[in-house]
């Protein structure tokens, strides 16, 4: 299918744009059939919304729980799905890098570099993924003061996102502190809410990663009532079946239903500012 709503998100400076953009996909590539129907059906919700919908799913899963867990399918095979993705749905995407040799790689598939939470503090990545001239999205480190991540942006650039994770509390779990997407919003750059890796409760399963998707909801809609530019889902056709992060995973049919709400409340709040 060929889109033709044309994406603003590349357009977005400082302030952030005006309009809710999302990041949704399967955690990780677990084959190209998977990755195309979701695209397709992304590619469908941003085209009936009028809205940007970035399609993301990692080709390496390097930080699993356990050495037995599934990671992926590889860079080299990964990268060729993403580009057969932006191919036949025109959707953008993104990808996880792991090492400052990934990034030049990564770039030549992917539109958005995602550095993962753990290595948000990696000098070498960030450095080398803003060398790309891509968008480089930074997943805010459990372990990271809001404020601290201006550093993090010092080092990829003027083309950084910040994306809010939650921050550890205690064993097995994650809590979300809404005043920190304030504080990275006066730094000047786009910031998102992963609403499926908030409600992860780390290292929980057995070998891997618990979660409760029943949360991701309504910890989205706080976060755009707190200023959020952009939300991130996990989202997969059938969750309890996924081979990564299924238990905070979402629905992708309940993605899709609520796109709509998620746009009219951040209009509503949008208008609400203006007065």
Not at 188 to 213: E, K
Not at 219 to 239: K, N, Q, S, T
Request: charged share 25%; aromatic share 10%.
């Amino acid at each position: 299918m060929q889109k033709t709503f044309q994406p603003s998100f590349f357009k977005y400076s400082a302030p952030a744009g005006k309009k809710l953009f999302f990041i949704a996909g399967p955690c990780v590539i677990e084959s190209e059939k998977l990755c195309l129907t979701v695209a397709e059906r992304l590619a469908k919700a941003s085209l009936r919304h009028s809205v940007d919908i970035i399609f993301k799913a990692s080709y390496d899963k390097a930080n699993r729980t356990s050495a037995s867990s599934f990671r992926g399918p590889g860079k080299r095979k990964g990268l060729a799905i993403l580009l057969k993705v932006k191919k036949l749905t025109g959707l953008a995407v993104c990808t996880d890098i792991h090492a400052p040799l990934d990034a030049a790689e990564a770039a030549e598939a992917a539109d958005i570099l995602q550095i993962p939470a753990f290595l948000c503090r990696q000098t070498d990545l960030l450095v080398a993924a803003g060398k790309t001239g891509k968008t480089v999205n930074i997943k805010k480190g459990q372990f990271m003061a809001p404020a601290d991540m201006r550093f993090a942006v010092e080092k990829a650039g003027k083309r950084s996102w910040i994306t809010e994770r939650g921050t550890f509390f205690g064993y097995n779990r994650l809590v979300v502190d809404f005043t920190g997407i304030r504080v990275m919003k006066a730094m000047g750059v786009p910031v998102i809410f992963d609403a499926t890796h908030s409600v992860q409760s780390p290292g929980a399963g057995d070998g891997c990663s618990s979660g409760d998707r029943e949360l991701a909801l309504p910890l989205a809609r706080a976060a755009i009532c707190a200023g959020a530019d952009g939300l991130f889902f996990e989202v997969h056709p059938d969750p309890d079946r996924a081979l990564c992060d299924g238990p905070n995973s979402l629905f992708l049919a309940e993605f899709e239903r609520n796109v709509p709400r998620f746009l009219e409340l951040f209009a509503m709040l949008d208008n609400w500012r203006d007065r």
